[in-house]
């Protein structure tokens, strides 16, 4: 059986590391490469980069605080953010990250995707998929939103998921816009319909607010990895703390 990951994530805008609540209502929680090198400390599995207006703001991603924190990090570093093109996922790589997570770009141009897995291989491309659920002719379905989380698509998060895997998308970062930030749980139907569908590893974000919300999400929703930030910034438990109480429960974690 493979190890269950456990992933903090860095919401980042103006090179500041944000929390808010469903996208919304954004507060400080402090210096980006500081707090990656705090969970690299703590021996966490990966840590993930989000540049969070960078895509609705039209404008690059942070390559500079990238290239800080992949001199002084040694875990494996996602980003994402501000991703248009083939170049720039060059860049990221050059600058030191491990894995690039495409989102509003994917849903723009789709073969992106497809030339990315083929030039950088698979291993390398994460595809973010932010879903809001909404009521549909055939009952519950979820609905892609980019730009972070500005702008529906009327795509279907599951859909989408099945043709970027198609595609050749090494992994699914699957944000719950309903749950983001509220610390109510993530959501366990989501995350399972999409487990349950594609082979390949599906990492659970938005709403996590305790350590048993993150054996739910890995148990019940079947994730490969839960991706925390509250629980984690703010320094209510530690990643070590966050395995402990996995492994206790049964759960393969990497100790």
């Known amino acids: 059986m493979l190890t269950k990951r456990i992933i903090p994530c860095l919401d980042v805008k103006n090179g500041r590391v944000v929390k808010g609540v469903k996208f919304l209502d954004l507060k400080d929680a402090g210096d980006p490469v500081g707090i990656a090198q705090v969970y690299d400390r703590e021996e966490a599995d990966e840590i993930v980069f989000l540049d969070i207006t960078a895509s609705f703001e039209k404008r690059d991603i942070m390559l500079d605080v990238v290239r800080r924190t992949a001199e002084t990090v040694f875990m494996p570093l996602t ?10 996922i060059r860049d990221l790589l050059n600058a030191g990250t491990d894995k690039v997570s495409i ?3 994917a849903i723009q141009d789709p073969e992106l995707v497809r030339k990315a897995a083929e030039r950088f291989g698979s291993q390398c491309i994460v595809v973010a998929i932010d879903a809001k659920r909404s009521e549909g002719d055939t ?8 730009n972070g989380g500005r702008t529906p698509t009327g795509i ?18 699957l944000t719950s816009m309903d749950m983001d930030g509220t610390r109510k749980g993530y959501d366990i139907e989501l995350t399972r319909s999409f487990s349950e569908s594609l082979s390949l590893p599906i990492i659970a974000s938005g709403g996590a607010g305790n350590l048993e919300h993150l054996h739910q999400v890995l148990v019940e929703g079947k ?27 049964g759960v393969e974690v990497r100790i």
Not at 240 to 248: F, G, H, P, V
């Open 139 to 146: 009952g519950l379905r979820w609905e892609v939103y980019i």
């Open 103 to 105: 989102n509003t770009a």
């Open 156 to 173: 279907d998060a599951l859909r989408w998921g099945e043709e970027a895997e198609g595609l050749g998308a090494g992994e699914i970062l």
């Open 79 to 88: 980003v994402g953010g501000g991703i248009r093109n083939l170049d720039d």
């Open 223 to 249: 994730a490969d990895a839960a991706l925390a930030a509250s629980i984690f910034h703010f320094r209510e438990y530690s990643i070590k703390d966050a395995k402990d109480y996995l492994k206790k429960k």
